[in-house]
């Protein structure tokens, strides 16, 4: 209860800031750390979008786009495969279209810090290329 507070007031201050600023990368960038915490993925990944929209080389917000798809979709098998037991192929390939989303956000981000400096992306690039079977 007192976390939820804490971030709907986080929420609150980052949205205010946008209104007077829509081109705050950061305020965007938080609103969108808050909906991730919540697990309200598209709402994360349109606010880390803009925060990128707003400065294309911004690392974070380009590697939390991706985080987003990869929770997007660990989160829809999951729902899925515990509905059904098995995917169908349809289930499968809105599963690829999420991981493959991912990717190439996740490429985006090896391409801004080629060495890992400011973000661990390769251990997760690795796992999404061999879901994708790369």
């Not at 804490?6 to 965007?28: C, G, M, V």
Request: hydrophobic letters at 35%; glycine letters at 4%.
């Amino acid at each position: 209860e007192k976390i939820n507070h804490y971030f709907d007031s986080i929420r609150d201050l980052a949205t205010e800031e946008i209104k007077k600023r829509p081109d705050n990368k950061r305020a965007w960038a938080l609103k969108g750390e808050i909906s991730m915490q919540n697990k309200e993925w598209d709402e994360a990944i349109a606010c880390f979008r803009q925060a990128v929209a707003i400065d294309s080389s911004y690392v974070q917000a380009v590697y939390d786009v991706g985080i987003c798809y990869v929770s997007k979709a660990e989160e829809l098998r999951d729902s899925l495969e515990d509905s059904r037991h098995k995917l169908t192929k349809s289930d499968a390939n809105r599963i690829k279209v999420l991981y493959q989303e991912a990717r190439d956000w996740l490429v985006r981000t090896a391409g801004l810090d080629e060495n890992g400096q400011l973000i661990e992306w390769k251990k997760i690039l690795d796992q999404v290329n061999k879901v994708l079977g790369l």
